[in-house]
């Protein structure tokens, strides 16, 4: 088992966490854990992105990663401030290269074969779907998985707790990622606990 997959068994959710005031990292990162979901992917879409990384990394059990990583520049932010595994909208060589050298853990997004088949020639197997209701849901998924038998998913973009059981279902997928678990604003840690507890629940 790939290092990669192995984040990806985890959970049957990765949170994905917009994150901008970095006195919001602990708690947030602590009641998602005691919720059963320690994979935590922070998103760099806020200033204050890798701080929290670097918060977050301090809770025990937590695993910790960066999305929304965009180019090997941020590759590097991200890697300097802790981060455990990186995950992308999309994927380019140059990017993609960078990843695989630095030997970290990586989830590049993909919508379509070239993206695949673009991660395949890197040596990758492990992927994003990415956005995955906007790139046409499950069906689209299903028809994009049956050329690649080798490949396997982590759907995310617009999922939701009552439609990821349906994607979770599906033997192209291994985990879904998630962004109803934290709410903007303020944290509200029981019920943060609450929501991981049901997605930690989830069948897959």
């Known amino acids: 088992m790939s290092p990669i997959e192995a984040i990806m068994r985890q959970a049957p959710v990765i949170p994905v966490l917009v994150v901008d005031d970095v006195a919001h990292a602990l708690p947030i990162a602590e009641a998602l854990v005691a919720g059963g979901l320690p994979v935590l992917e922070v998103t760099l879409r ?13 809770v025990p059990g937590a695993i910790v990663g960066a999305g929304t990583v965009l180019d090997p520049a ?44 673009t991660g395949l020639e890197l040596g990758l197997t492990r992927f994003k779907f990415f956005p995955a209701m906007a790139a046409g849901g499950l069906p689209a998924l299903k028809a994009l998985a049956a050329p690649f038998g080798m490949a396997r998913f982590c759907p995310t973009g617009g999922i939701t ?11 192209a997928v291994l985990c879904v990622g998630g962004s109803w678990l934290v709410p903007k604003g303020p944290p509200n840690p029981a019920a943060i606990t609450a929501a991981a507890r049901a997605a930690a629940a989830l069948s897959r």
């Open 74 to 117: 941020q590759l590097d932010q991200a890697l300097a401030a802790g981060a455990e595994f990186i995950v992308s909208p999309g994927l380019t060589p140059s990017l993609g290269r960078a990843a695989v050298a630095s030997g970290v853990p990586f989830l590049p997004g993909t919508a379509n074969a070239a993206d695949i088949m």
């Open 161 to 171: 707790a009552a439609t990821a059981p349906e994607w979770l279902a599906d033997p």
């Open 46 to 58: 806020t200033p204050a992105a890798l701080d929290v990384i670097r918060a977050m990394r301090e």
